[in-house]
C-alpha cells in the first residue's frame, strides 16, 4: 500500500481510539435514541467491516480476470453524512455491552490482521485492476475497498462525536 493509504489508515484509527479512550463503559454503551446505535456499537460495526473487507478484497484477487472499473469518488459518498447507508445484515453491531478497552482490543486485532493480509499480496498494483462489488458503493476496484476503511471510520467518528454531544460527554 502506499504511504498515504498507511498514514489514512493510522491517523483514522488513532482518531477514533481518541475520541473512545476517556469514555466510561456505561457512556460508550448508551444510545442518546433507540433508533441510533451506542458508541460502542459503531466501533464494533466498523471492526466488521474491517474483517469482511478482508473477505471481499482475498475473493476479488481470486477472480481469474482482471475487472477493470471506472474508479468512484468513494470519499465523496463515504463522508456525506446527509445520505444515510443502511448497513448490511453481515456488519450490524451486537446489542451486547462492550467494554471500552475490549473494543480497543479488537480494534487493533482487526488492523493488525488487515495490515497482515495486505502484506502478503506481493503486486500491490493488482489492487487497482480487480474489483468487487461494494453494497453501499457498488463495483469497486479493490485499492478502493482499503480506502473505504478509513473513510468509512472517518464517517462514523464524526457521528460518535456527535453522539458524545448528544450524551453530554465532557473531555
Request: aromatic letters at 4%; one cysteine or more; glycine letters at 2%.
Amino acid at each position: 500500500m502506499n504511504q498515504l493509504v498507511n498514514d489514512n489508515l493510522n491517523n483514522s484509527r488513532n482518531n477514533l481510539v481518541q475520541e473512545i479512550t476517556t469514555l466510561s463503559d456505561v457512556q460508550f454503551n448508551s444510545k442518546p435514541d433507540m433508533d441510533m446505535w451506542s458508541i460502542a456499537q459503531i466501533c464494533h460495526h466498523l471492526v466488521l467491516v474491517e474483517e469482511s473487507t478482508i473477505k471481499d478484497i482475498a475473493w476479488g484477487l481470486k477472480a481469474s480476470e482482471p475487472t477493470q472499473q471506472e474508479r468512484k469518488k468513494v470519499d465523496l459518498i463515504l463522508l456525506d453524512r446527509t445520505k444515510k447507508i443502511k448497513a448490511p445484515k453481515m456488519v450490524e453491531p451486537d446489542v451486547t455491552p462492550f467494554e471500552v478497552q475490549q473494543m480497543i482490543d479488537l480494534l487493533n486485532d482487526s488492523r493488525k490482521k488487515l495490515l497482515t493480509f495486505l502484506s502478503t499480496i506481493e503486486d500491490k498494483s493488482i489492487l487497482a485492476e480487480k474489483s468487487v462489488k461494494h453494497p453501499a458503493l457498488g463495483e469497486i476496484a479493490l485499492d478502493q475497498w482499503v480506502e473505504q476503511i478509513y473513510l468509512h471510520e472517518q464517517r462514523h467518528i464524526e457521528q460518535i462525536k456527535e453522539i458524545k454531544l448528544l450524551l453530554e460527554v465532557k473531555h
